[in-house]
Nanobody, 112 residues
Framework: VQLQASGGGMVQAGGSLRLSCAAS????????IGWYRQAPGKQRELIAG???????NYADSVKGRFTISRDNAKNTVYLQMNSLKPDDTAVYYC???????WGQGTQVTVSS
């Protein structure tokens, strides 16, 4: 089962975007699914995760602004991003936690 991120775009600071992570099969194949991001010149980092049972965790940098959720019927995990900042500019990926094969990411650009 592979995971593919989509939904990125360009937005002004303070705006919102929702990213989608579609699984090629059942998302129950994964114990934990995470959203990762890689900003220019920085290492890829895990910013949010959701367990099979629905428990969530967030990096301090996005806590209170981003919300991860899942729709089991659609085999899709979402990342709702609010109050976006220029520092959120990055390529966003979804993957298992711990990681498996990396799919193509989706670019998010936040302008000031």
């Amino acid at each position: 089962v592979q995971l593919q991120a989509s939904g990125g775009g360009m937005v002004q600071a303070g705006g919102s975007l929702r990213l989608s992570c579609a699984a090629s099969g059942s998302i129950f194949s994964f114990n934990v699914i995470g959203w990762y991001r890689q900003a220019p010149g920085k290492q890829r980092e895990l910013i949010a995760g959701i367990s099979r049972g629905g428990s969530t965790n967030y990096a301090d940098s996005v806590k209170g602004r981003f919300t991860i959720s899942r729709d089991n019927a659609k085999n899709t995990v979402y990342l709702q991003m609010n109050s976006l900042k220029p520092d959120d500019t990055a390529v966003y990926y979804c993957n298992a936690v711990p990681t498996l094969h990396w799919g193509q990411g989706t670019q998010v650009t936040v302008s000031s």
